[in-house]
């Protein structure tokens, strides 16, 4: 009997030890959901440190994104970016519990480099670092400039190494075979206005009716640092717009039809009606000039809602065409900007009308492009040598005067 009733303790010695290391929750068990929940209590701000990061973006920042908003004229996109960076930048430094109670601004070198590594380390390339730089390197001078901080932690810091990469190129066939694979006329005003007069994405959404011209063959766009330049619209992009505008009128005229057709409601309590936009048209004009005003300020291209068209609706556009054309290449709206400018290189055209057309302030951004036409170069290089080869040939035809060489 004392055999099988040790055996009996043993195995029930063994269960009981099992059950205390690998023991599993069952499905009532808290234990395990309290701790995951006091671990991320842990890691989560308290209400102390997002009351001084608050305190702490209202003294530094906010001042800094109104003045780039209100002083500096820079693009929307632009202020987006830098707001978006320095905000990013305060968060990583308060969450290092660098801000105290006094809200004193301490920014040394290597908290910008420890930073820039932390970037990095998420995957993000050199050309967004050196964006991250442009962001702070302005806040640091504006800071120091109002003696918020005594010593600028940038100044004298390189920035990282960028890898020049040429721009992806689109052959005439390609863009030919991605306006053939639109099938709405909206769809195919956009990609020829694109290409034919190398717009860049924020500036084709941000057209209005009345930055159109086809009388003239030219649209008024506004660029980078809101600013304004002329440029041409092709014949075939004119015949499109005009196909686009017509079906816009068209269906405006049945949207008005429609609404005189429609029977009476009975009357009751009137609908409240959203706030008017502001306008650039003042309130006081007449009724038909202050109709005509708002209508010059509509948007050319809409969505669904006839809200102004998104940069991404655009680019979601774009790739869906690409995918059906057949094109491989990883394209976006700005392809057709750089295959604008390099075809007309190609078919000789002047680099400085170039850097017109495209709206860029300074010759070297536009002679990237004459590293990727690399026929308009060998074109160049041709007329050159042609006329230094009759000058050679006819030297070797007829010998110089003067004495025969002794053999």
Known sequence: MRAPVARLRSAFDTATTRG?????????????????????????????????????????LQPYISHITVERGLSVNTQEAYRRDLTFFSNWFAARGAIDESLGLKILRRD????LSYLRGHGHESSSLARVLASLRGWFVWLKHFKLITNDPLEGFENPHRQKKLPL??????????????REPREIAMIELLYSSGLRVSEL???????????????????????????????KAQVVLETYLALLEQAKEERLT?????????????????????????????????RQAMQNMAPL?????????SRLVVWQIIKRLAKKAGITKDISPHTFRHSFATHLLE????????????????????????HVSRAHLKNAYDRAQGSFGLGSSALIQSPPPGPMPIK
Request: a positive charge; glycine letters at 8%.
């Open 258 to 290: 429609v609404k005189e057709e429609s029977p009476r409601k009975r009357p009751g309590r009137p609908r409240k009606m959203p706030p008017l936009a502001k306008t650039s048209a003042p309130l006081n004009l007449p009724g038909t000039r202050k």
């Open 301 to 309: 291209f809409t969505d669904e809602q006839g809200k102004r068209l």
């Open 20 to 60: 205390t290391t690998d023991k599993k929750p069952f499905p009532g068990d808290l234990a395990p959901r309290l701790q995951v929940k006091q671990e991320t209590a842990k890691s989560l701000p308290n209400a102390r440190d997002i009351q001084l990061q608050q305190k702490f973006r209202a003294r530094y």
């Open 347 to 370: 078919n000789g055209a002047d680099l400085r009308a170039v850097q017109e057309l495209l709206g860029h302030a300074n010759l070297v951004t536009t002679q990237l492009y004459t």
């Open 169 to 182: 190129v689109l052959t005439p066939q390609e863009v030919l075979a991605i306006i053939e694979a639109a």
């Open 205 to 235: 959404v941000g057209l209005n009716m009345n930055d159109i011209n086809l009388g003239q063959g030219y649209l008024k766009c506004l660029g980078k640092g809101s600013k304004e330049r002329i440029v041409p619209v092709g014949s």
């Open 112 to 115: 910008v480099t420890m930073y």
